[in-house]
Each structure stands twice: as C-alpha cells, then as structure tokens.
C-alpha cells in the first residue's frame, strides 16, 4: 500500500486558481492591495538569482519596447507600460475575449542592492528580460590565506 502526500493548501490553491479564471482574474493571486485597475492587466514574470545577479524574465507578447518602461531604485525593479490594439470591429460580435488590454505594472523587491547603470534588457519573441547586475560591495570575496 503507498502513502499518498496530501496537502489541503495545495488543493485550495487549485481552487483559487479555477475560480480567478472562471471570474476573470488575469492572474490568480498576484492582486496587489489597492493597485487593481480597472482595464489592467497583470503579465507572468520569472525572477532568477544568481551570485552575479538578479534575471527579471516577463511575458509581454504584442508589445513594442518602446511601450515598456523599466525602473530600477532602492533595490526594486518596476514593469510598467500600456498595451493597445488598434482593430476595426465594426460589425463583430467577439463571442469571447480573453485577450489583455491596457495598462500593466508590476513591481519586485530585491534581495540585493543592484548596480543600476550596469542593469541591461532585451525583448525578443514577446519576452523581456531583463539582467541587473548585483552591486560590486554585496558579491562574496574570495579572500586567499597567505603564509608566513
């Protein structure tokens, strides 16, 4: 007989998950207290850390990089921009849209200061990443031992 591992919490967020998308939530659990918009949207964001660094990876397809904009103070990164459609829909009635339109912005705290003019981005393929670099005095140091 194998023991299965349940986890009630895990099964509640499933539920929470199916509900924000049966209710129309762009992204289940990522409604930030008092920055929900009317017309936002709120794009999936992968962030790495490494020893050199922090990678900042966002979804943003149908964008143009001029439309994004990036901050980077006090050890936190902002994602902020507006995604617009220009479509002819004279005579169309969309049976379902699930396609985001209008403003989004997305703030990180980072665990790390960042040396904000090394920090680069790049956007291909609908994902922007960007790289930002951890600031020189926060890296470890190797210190060798000498002999006497």
């Given at each position: 007989m194998t023991l299965m591992n349940w986890d009630p919490w895990r099964d509640i967020a499933d539920m929470r998950t199916t509900f924000s998308r049966l209710f129309g939530e762009t992204t289940p659990g990522t409604a930030m207290a008092g920055h929900t918009v009317s017309g936002s949207w709120m794009m999936p964001?992968?962030?790495?850390e490494t020893a050199d660094g922090f990678v900042v990876k966002a979804e943003l397809p149908g964008m143009k990089p001029?439309?994004?904009?990036?901050?980077?103070?006090?050890?936190?990164?902002?994602?902020?921009?507006?995604?617009?459609?220009?479509?002819?829909?004279?005579?169309v009635?969309?049976?379902?849209?699930e396609r985001r339109l209008g403003s989004f912005y997305r703030s990180f705290a980072l665990s790390a200061p960042v040396d904000d003019a090394r920090v680069t981005a790049n956007y291909k393929d609908g994902v922007l990443e960007v790289?930002?670099?951890?600031?020189?005095?926060v890296k470890p140091r190797q210190i060798r031992v000498q002999s006497e």
């Amino acid at each position: 007989m194998t023991l299965m591992n349940w986890d009630p919490w895990r099964d509640i967020a499933d539920m929470r998950t199916t509900f924000s998308r049966l209710f129309g939530e762009t992204t289940p659990g990522t409604a930030m207290a008092g920055h929900t918009v009317s017309g936002s949207w709120m794009m999936p964001v992968d962030i790495a850390e490494t020893a050199d660094g922090f990678v900042v990876k966002a979804e943003l397809p149908g964008m143009k990089p001029e439309d994004i904009e990036i901050t980077v103070a006090d050890n936190q990164v902002t994602l902020k921009g507006q995604r617009t459609e220009a479509r002819e829909d004279k005579g169309v009635n969309y049976i379902r849209s699930e396609r985001r339109l209008g403003s989004f912005y997305r703030s990180f705290a980072l665990s790390a200061p960042v040396d904000d003019a090394r920090v680069t981005a790049n956007y291909k393929d609908g994902v922007l990443e960007v790289h930002l670099p951890k600031s020189e005095a926060v890296k470890p140091r190797q210190i060798r031992v000498q002999s006497e």
